[in-house]
């Protein structure tokens, strides 16, 4: 056949609406199939065609043989087709290695003596998120996580739910490899007020969420360490209870099976079925970082509690620096409020005197 009769061919082609869109997801850097299906015939043409969100030529055959000439150097050497397969009509296309600039519709040309035919493809693609870090400083939590696509969506929040959740600055960096980065710091109140934390970083395919808490046992032995700070269900979740980011205290996987590292099984009384954890005959020195990993594909829920333990006599908590704080200001606020309308008047420090209990310091000076 002429050339220009198959120039001719792939104008008819083009012309011809398309079938309705397959959709396929395709996880980074897997091989995936976007598959296509024609009636079987003599002289087979196909063509596979990156199409948005820009055009490239993805894969060709004719002549009995694959055409790859024309084809765009981001699929070189990534491509191929099932020639044995082309017998039986199945034009599906493997593709390796797949990036993040895959992502897009692909349309597929079929023609055989038999006729012709196309249809569409579209390509989704997956790098789901992995690790979060948190990280505690000072006032502030920065809570990160890299190499997501599509761009993830970062949530924060307090239980109990307070307006502390709203105020973060989130970063959003994309890679040479067209990934994104994420980061996102939050300020926290100058008074611990004894919250949970927590920062959910999602995508269409994947989420994780950490929360961190904070637990003292005082003059006390057992402790109940609990799993999540949220009533979602984790049913088929399988989870992993650990010390100091290190030593594996339970495994459960499913519902049933749970097992308990040689090391914590005097410590380890029970593993309650919504997952908290119950110790008991704790020394002092067994305070930590206890973290607790639910875990399902694609999802995942961390709780981290830094446990204290105090004996007999105890170090002044945050809550007695508080009240201190407050008992030696209660009578300054007291002052201040007598004098209050002369400095309001001036309208210097209005604000700054209804903030907190630190800045009615502020205010004598
Ligand atoms: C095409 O052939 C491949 C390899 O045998 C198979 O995995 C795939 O399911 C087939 N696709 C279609 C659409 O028939
Ligand atoms: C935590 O943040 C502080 C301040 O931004 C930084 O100096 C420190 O290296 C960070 N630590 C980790 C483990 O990321
Ligand atoms: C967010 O960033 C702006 C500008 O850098 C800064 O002024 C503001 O204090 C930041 N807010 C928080 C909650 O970190
Ligand atoms: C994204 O994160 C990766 C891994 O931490 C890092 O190597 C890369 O430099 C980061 N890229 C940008 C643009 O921030
Ligand atoms: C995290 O965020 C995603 C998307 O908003 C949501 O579907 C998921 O339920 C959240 N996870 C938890 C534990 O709240
Ligand atoms: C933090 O979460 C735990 C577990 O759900 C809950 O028992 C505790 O009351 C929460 N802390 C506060 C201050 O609400
Ligand atoms: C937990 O147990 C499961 C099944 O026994 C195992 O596949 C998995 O690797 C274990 N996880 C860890 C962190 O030890
Ligand atoms: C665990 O539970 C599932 C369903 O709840 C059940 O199918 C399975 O047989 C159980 N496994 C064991 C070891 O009991
Ligand atoms: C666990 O971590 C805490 C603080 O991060 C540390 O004080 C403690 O010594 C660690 N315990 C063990 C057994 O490593």
Known sequence: MAAIDRAVLLLTLLWTPARGDTVISCDLKKSCMLPCRFQAGDEKVIHWIQEKPVKAQTHSYYYKKNQLALQSQRFKSRTSLFLDQLSTGNASLQLRGVEAQDEGSYRCYTSTSNGHDQSIVSLHVDAQVREVSVNWTGNRMTCSSD????????????????????????????????????????????????????????TRSSWRKITLRQQSLLNMDHAKIPCHASSVSFRDFSLIWSFNHSQIIVNRSRTNVTKVSDQWKQRVKEVSESGDLFLQGLKPDQGGIFTCELRQAGKAHLTETVLRITKDRPTPNIGGIITGVLLVCLPLIFIWGYYKNQICATGQVKNACHRSKKVCMDCLT
């Open 147 to 202: 190499w997501i696509y599509p761009e993830p969506v970062l949530t924060w929040s307090t239980d109990p739910s307070s307006t502390i959740a709203r105020q973060y600055n989130t970063t959003v960096k994309i890679t040479e490899e067209h990934l994104y980065n994420i980061t996102s710091s939050l300020m926290l109140p100058d008074s611990d007020e004894g919250l949970n934390y927590s920062c959910n970083i999602s």
